[in-house]
């Protein structure tokens, strides 16, 4: 009922730009936690960047000062601002949500988006 649905992915020089952002649709409450995680091939799926619905915002360290994390809880959206892009950005970004509750009274403690891809590369 719940979907969370990605856009923005694409291919981009490094030093460049690019901003995805995730909807989540359906009958939502709240989200407790939305973020971004990512997977290149050969590597575990790694957290880049959350924000909780109050705002506290956490990135890892090789996207530090590079990615802003944003959201707009009344929309149900969150976005990645990614800027000075280098290839080892490269990977699927997954949209993340947790603790999703809806107007019916259900709680999904975890979901994830399909996925989009970002290349940089020249």
């Known amino acids: 009922q719940v979907q969370l649905v990605e856009s923005g992915g694409g291919l981009v020089q490094p030093g460049g730009f690019l901003n995805l952002s995730c909807v989540a649709s359906?009958?939502?409450?709240?989200?407790?936690?939305m973020g971004w995680y990512r997977q290149a091939p050969g590597k575990q799926r790694e957290l880049v960047a959350r924000?909780?619905?109050?705002?506290?915002?956490k990135y890892a360290d090789p996207v530090k000062g590079r990615f802003t994390i944003s959201r707009d809880n009344a929309k149900n959206t969150v976005s990645l601002e990614m800027n000075s892009l280098k290839p080892e950005d490269t990977a699927v970004y997954y949209c993340?949500?947790?603790?999703?509750?809806?107007?019916?009274?259900?709680?999904?403690?975890?979901?994830w988006g399909q996925g989009t891809q970002v290349t940089v590369s020249a």
């Open positions: 924000i909780t619905s109050g705002g506290t915002t």
């Open positions: 359906g009958d939502i409450f709240s989200i407790y936690i």
């Open positions: 993340h949500a947790e603790v999703v509750r809806t107007l019916s009274g259900s709680q999904t403690p975890l979901m």
